[in-house]
Structures are given as structure tokens and as C-alpha cells.
T-cell receptor
């Protein structure tokens, strides 16, 4: 039972390149979300999804795209990477209905040069 | 908007000593409150949560937290810390969308354990 799996764990990009961070869960959770973590800033919500086919913006959505074609997968796309997107990215899931516990992946560290 | 403040960026505690990490919240109604822990290189793990009822809640790894409405606080405590408790600790509240849009996190407190 893997839980929440993120790939890749590390990535270096050049400014302007695009890439996709993958997130897969085997917990059958309805809600999935992406956060970024920056030093001294805590975690900030980028995008979230309440189910397949439904996504919405969080606090810092600019420069990122998401889609949710299946319950299991919630990829995060960087369309044209910028140095300001250098961060650690976390995918998280929670059950449908609010019980508060987010289950996190181990994170993806992205550096944009 | 709901928010949390963690006043201490770093806390240093000797192994075996007691610990208290502070969290103050701003929330429109009866708050839901959470503490998460992040070990180095890992994702976050839920330590404990408060929804209602008893204001002293017990969590995993020997942690507890007390909800004080009069002080808008939800401080995390542990009677005796272990070296393995060295980590980043985050207080959180719901972002406001009824659960769908996740949590709003504080900026974290980095706990250092001295031998």
C-alpha cells in the first residue's frame, strides 16, 4: 500500500522549460491537492481537486496547470518554468467529506536555473 | 480569512526536557485545528487535531495540545522530548472551503534537540 507517490523526487530545469510533476494515490480519496513549500513560508496551496474532472485554484495558482482525469492521478504542470518556482512540491489527499487529515507524498524538489 | 501564526521560528530544547510550541489562530467560527510534523526530507504527518469537545487532545508520539478559546491558541506540548522529535512543526486550520480546499498552514517552528 504505497499511499501517495510523487515523481520525480528531484528535478532541475532551465528557465522556460516545461515539466509535469506526477502524483498518484492508492487510497481511493476524492480530494487531492498540490502545495509548495518555501523557507519561512510554510505550505501554500496551488491547486486542488474534489474529484475526477473537477479542479480549482488555491492561493498561488499562477504558472501551474492541473487536470484530474482519474481518481488516482493528479499531475501538476509547469508551463514555462521560472526561478520563482524553485521549491519543494507536495501532493496531498484526503477523504471526501471533511475529517481534516491530509496524507502527503514525500515531496518533489524542483530547481529552476 | 482563516489564518494561523506560529510566533517561534526556531526552538531549541534539551533532550528529556519539556516542550511547548505556540500557535495562535484567527477563525470565524468554532475552529478546527491541526498540528502536523515534518521530519527532514519527508512529507507532513498529522500529530493531532481538535474539532470539538475536550479541549485537551492527545496525539501520536506522546504529543498533546490544548485549545484555549479565550487566548485563540492551540499550543502543542510534550513532557519529555527525544532526539527523534527534531523536526518542523506546523499548525493549521481549514482554508475555508469546507474541506475541499485543504488547510492553511502556519510558517512552521523548527525544533532542535540538544543532547
Amino acid at each position: 500500500n504505497a499511499g501517495v507517490t510523487q515523481t520525480p523526487k528531484f528535478q532541475v530545469l532551465k528557465t522556460g522549460q516545461s515539466m509535469t510533476l506526477q502524483c498518484a494515490q492508492d487510497m481511493n480519496h476524492e480530494y487531492m491537492s498540490w502545495y509548495r513549500q518555501d523557507p519561512g513560508m510554510g505550505l501554500r496551496l496551488i491547486h486542488y481537486s474534489v474529484g475526477a474532472g473537477i479542479t480549482d485554484q488555491g492561493e498561488v495558482p499562477n504558472g501551474y496547470n492541473v487536470s484530474r482525469s482519474t481518481t488516482e492521478d493528479f499531475p501538476l504542470r509547469l508551463l514555462s518554468a521560472a526561478p520563482s518556482q524553485t521549491s519543494v512540491y507536495f501532493c496531498a489527499t484526503t477523504r471526501g467529506g471533511w475529517n481534516g487529515e491530509l496524507f502527503f507524498g514525500e515531496g518533489s524538489r524542483l530547481t529552476v536555473l | 480569512a482563516q489564518s494561523v501564526t506560529q510566533p517561534d521560528i526556531h526552538i531549541t530544547v534539551s533532550e528529556g526536557a519539556s516542550l511547548e510550541l505556540r500557535c495562535n489562530y484567527s477563525y470565524g467560527a468554532t475552529p478546527y485545528l491541526f498540528w502536523y510534523v515534518q521530519s527532514p526530507g519527508q512529507g507532513l504527518q498529522l500529530l493531532l487535531k481538535y474539532f470539538s469537545g475536550d479541549t485537551l487532545v492527545q496525539g501520536i508520539k506522546g504529543f498533546e495540545a490544548e485549545f484555549k478559546r479565550s487566548q485563540s491558541s492551540f499550543n502543542l506540548r510534550k513532557p519529555s522530548v527525544h532526539w527523534s522529535d527534531a523536526a518542523e512543526y506546523f499548525c493549521a486550520v481549514p482554508a475555508g472551503g469546507g474541506g475541499a480546499d485543504g488547510l492553511t498552514f502556519g510558517k512552521g517552528t523548527h525544533l532542535i534537540i540538544q543532547p
